[in-house]
């Protein structure tokens, strides 16, 4: 028997899919952000802090 929480029954999770592109941007996102994490300790450089300048000297 499934638990009941507010008179509203729990089934657990619903698995949802998702588009093949939407799991590939995902994946690059996760890719890309976990590059930057180890840029910055490593050597640092942060990508972040950059693109804020570059974006700064292109905008005035």
Known sequence: ???VID???VHGTAKIPRPRAARSAGG??????L???????AFGYCPGC???LLLRRAAG
């Not at 690059?28 to 952000?33: I, N």
Request: overall charge negative.
């Open 35 to 41: 590059a930057a994490a180890f840029l910055h300790p």
């Open 7 to 9: 008179g509203c029954s």
């Open 50 to 52: 950059e693109m804020y």
């Open 28 to 33: 690059w996102g996760t890719g890309c952000a």
């Open 1 to 3: 028997m499934s638990p």
